[in-house]
């Protein structure tokens, strides 16, 4: 199954405000930290994928499932997002397309898990819970009611997924599996750097996240590193800042660090 994502995507913004179709097109540029990472939150729901559905994260089809639930969330919150009309008009087109794009993500990964053979998990909208409260509907957040929190959950959200991947990426086994999380994961990355830059952040994951939310700090806990491949880059490289240096590279959330951040948004 093939999806043209880059054309989808281009093709779509030409009604998008100039600062966000620019912010899409040329995220890649941003950060060599982005070319790093993939597609996200493969531990995200541990939890539950483990106790509803028995599967033990060992092999590729697991791995697509466990991406797929990412994405399920994702569509879910961009869709209510849209309904909730919480989006500033400006913002509106580009969030119509972030979210066709996490429908045919779902789609896609669906399809691949089942031409392997397996069997693709599913999710209703009323599986999430978006306000962070384990299912209560009580907990810090109110997204579909207050724009900047909407935003700020946007962000974390594919942050997440862009440092989840260098924990889980050797997993993949297959080279067509990790081609379609790559594809995937392309896309994602722009629609990260676009929301960051509505948020007026630049486009990639700093050191400090300006107006940033206390409860998701935790999505960006380790990001001060400055080793990479067991080499201390602020002692070895001259010419760069050590910001310079931590702003290059995603650094890997394990899957117990993904749950902790997700869990909450999970019901159940």
Known sequence: MKIDLFDNIDDALENVPTSRRDALRTAGRFSAGAALAAIPFFGMAKNVLASNYGFDPANDVDILNYALTLEYLESAFYRLGLDAGVIESADRPLFEQISADEDAHVAFLASAIQQAGGTPVEFEDDAFDFTGGDGSGEGPFDPFGDYPTFLTLSQA????????????????????????????HSVEARHAAAVR?????????????????????????????????GVNLASALSGYTVEDITEAFDETLTMDDVLAIAGPFIDG
Not at 157 to 182: H, N
Not at 197 to 207: A, C, F, L
């Open 157 to 184: 959200f594919e942050d997440t997924g862009v440092r989840a991947y260098k924990g889980q990426a050797a997993a993949i086994m297959s080279p067509a599996y990790l081609t379609a999380a790559l594809q995937i």
């Open 197 to 229: 830059r509505i948020r007026g952040n630049q486009g990639w994951i700093p050191n400090d996240q300006p107006g940033a939310i206390d409860a998701i700090q935790p999505v960006y806990a380790g990001e001060d590193n400055v080793t990479q491949g």
